[in-house]
């Protein structure tokens, strides 16, 4: 009984360590173009990103223009 309590345990635990892995190595958050502060030396930029004049850190390869922090207008109404 106690053999089959193990095997079942490990099977359990090989199927949610397969799970894990899974379901976890497909995570992808993105990456902004500028969504971070570097206006002082405590807010360093992170990795793939240059702290710019506007005082925020842009993403390498994107333009100033994708960094713009003005809200997008449709000319609609709500």
């Known amino acids: 009984m106690m053999r ?3 095997q079942l345990y490990t099977l359990l635990g090989a199927a949610a360590a397969g ?3 899974l379901t976890t190595g497909c995570f992808d958050p993105g990456s902004p173009a500028c969504a971070f502060s570097c206006t002082s030396a405590a807010h360093a930029c992170p990795n793939r ?6 005082g925020l850190c842009h ?3 994107t333009t100033a223009a994708e960094c713009s922090l ?5 000319g609609g109404s709500d």
Do not use: M, V
């Open 49 to 54: 990103y240059a702290c710019e004049a506007d």
């Open 4 to 6: 089959r309590l193990l």
């Open 59 to 61: 993403l390498a390869g």
């Open 19 to 21: 799970w894990a892995a």
């Open 70 to 74: 003005a809200p997008a207008t449709d």
